[in-house]
């Protein structure tokens, strides 16, 4: 890639089709009980550790160098979906998602570590604590709470528990487009293990 380009860039585990297909069938059950919201595809899903923004291709080497060391320092890990919820609150609904449960120390600590490493070498720290989630959805305009929170109380009784390894990280680059973005893996980074 050529130094001056520059490339709508993000850090994240990709999901195996399985859990998209779950959580497809979410999204399905929520539609008609949350009002308002785009949908995000589920293809276009990921589990997100770190939004960069625009990168230059040297920038992009640089991250890839960072990534790379923590990558192959880190052991494959089981996550799976948790309970949904919604940013900021229940109150102001912006963001309808799914948290993720499982091994959550190990995701914590390798998106510690690379936020971390990443700053010494020039990028910006996130100033938002790391909440591991999905993101399903973005509200348009306000919903009725009441309404709201009995939709998230029944994504309990038909979710999948079904757990999937993370074997490793995939850096994207994010085309926005009309109908929606459209992500292109950069590079992938495996957890070879210890």
Same mark, same amino acid.
């Given at each position: 890639?050529?130094?001056?380009?520059?490339?709508?860039? #993000?850090?994240? /585990?990709?999901? &195996?089709?399985? *859990?998209?297909?779950?959580?497809?069938?979410?999204? !399905?059950? +929520?539609?008609? %009980?949350?009002?308002?919201?785009?949908?995000?595809?589920?293809?276009?899903?990921?589990?997100?550790?770190?939004?960069?923004?625009?990168?230059?291709?040297?920038?992009?080497?640089?991250?890839?160098?960072?990534?790379?060391?923590?990558?192959?320092?880190?052991?494959?890990?089981?996550?799976?979906?948790?309970?949904?919820?919604? #940013?900021?609150? /229940?109150?102001? &609904?912006?963001? *309808?998602?799914?948290?993720?449960?499982?091994?959550? !120390?190990? +995701?914590?600590? %390798?998106?510690?570590?690379?936020?971390?490493?990443?700053?010494?070498?020039?990028?910006?720290?996130?100033?938002r604590p790391f909440r591991p989630h999905l993101t399903l959805g973005r509200f348009r305009e306000?919903?009725?709470i009441d309404e709201l929170e009995r939709a998230l109380k029944g994504v309990a009784d038909i979710?999948?528990?079904?757990? #999937?390894?993370?074997?490793?990280?995939?850096?994207?680059?994010?085309?926005?487009?009309?109908?929606?973005?459209?992500?292109?893996?950069?590079?992938?980074?495996?957890?070879?293990?210890?």
């Amino acid at each position: 890639m050529a130094d001056d380009a520059v490339v709508r860039t #993000f850090l994240a /585990i990709d999901l &195996p089709e399985s *859990l998209r297909k779950e959580i497809g069938k979410i999204q !399905d059950y +929520l539609r008609p %009980l949350c009002r308002g919201v785009r949908w995000v595809r589920p293809e276009g899903i990921h589990l997100t550790l770190k939004f960069f923004g625009n990168l230059s291709g040297s920038e992009i080497r640089t991250a890839s160098g960072v990534i790379s060391r923590a990558a192959a320092l880190t052991s494959p890990f089981s996550l799976g979906m948790g309970t949904p919820g919604v #940013f900021p609150g /229940i109150r102001r &609904p912006r963001v *309808l998602w799914i948290g993720v449960e499982g091994d959550t !120390d190990a +995701l914590m600590d %390798l998106q510690r570590k690379i936020e971390r490493d990443l700053e010494t070498v020039g990028f910006r720290r996130e100033s938002r604590p790391f909440r591991p989630h999905l993101t399903l959805g973005r509200f348009r305009e306000p919903e009725k709470i009441d309404e709201l929170e009995r939709a998230l109380k029944g994504v309990a009784d038909i979710r999948d528990t079904e757990s #999937f390894t993370a074997s490793g990280l995939t850096l994207f680059k994010s085309d926005l487009k009309p109908g929606g973005a459209v992500y292109k893996s950069l590079e992938f980074f495996p957890f070879p293990g210890r």
